[in-house]
């Protein structure tokens, strides 16, 4: 069972570019600089951005990025399992153990926009019972949990 709670810091994407290199051999896709761009951008964040912040941080090392450009490498980068998608926010994020399909939570500070991965199989499984319980079959997607991080707690603590 796999309960570890993992912070951001630190987070290198070198792990999750080799593995895309790969998907993309096996599909016979090229892992193109529009890809590439964006999946460094979100690297390097501890926050999920939206695809315009996402272009507004490529265009200028590539003025030929377009929204159109953002959008189909995200949507490739969500579909190989390495981004995803924050549906209350309509942002992205770089996923923290791309090695398997998985749902998960994902805790939001709404003070700096943090985002923590986790992948606690006790809420997962309640969050199955639940649906259960009132006949839905669920979407195997990602529960999306805002609040404040620690240390934003502390930062107003100290006020
Ligand atoms: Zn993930
Ligand atoms: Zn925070």
């Known amino acids: 069972m796999r309960r570890a709670v993992k912070a951001r810091a630190g987070h290198t994407s070198e792990g999750t570019l080799e593995r895309l290199e790969a998907l993309c051999r096996e599909r016979g896709q090229r892992l193109t600089r529009q890809r590439r761009a964006v999946l460094r951008k979100l690297a390097a964040e501890r926050r999920a951005l939206s695809a315009y ?4 941080r490529l265009r200028p090392e590539d003025g030929r990025s377009t929204p159109a450009g953002v959008y189909r490498a995200l949507e490739f980068l969500m579909e190989a399992g390495v981004v ?8 992205f994020i770089l996923c923290e153990h791309p090695d398997a399909p998985h749902g998960g939570q994902l805790l939001i500070c709404r003070v700096c926009g943090q985002v923590v991965e986790a992948e606690d199989e006790p809420v997962a499984a309640a969050t199955g019972r639940l649906g259960e319980r009132l006949g839905f079959s669920l ?3 990602v529960l999306e949990l ?3 991080c620690a240390r934003c707690r502390a930062r107003s603590a100290a006020h």
């Open 146 to 148: 805002t609040g404040v």
């Open 139 to 141: 979407d195997p997607r």
């Open 84 to 91: 995803h998608r924050l549906e209350s926010t309509r942002s």
């Open 53 to 56: 912040e996402l272009l507004a």
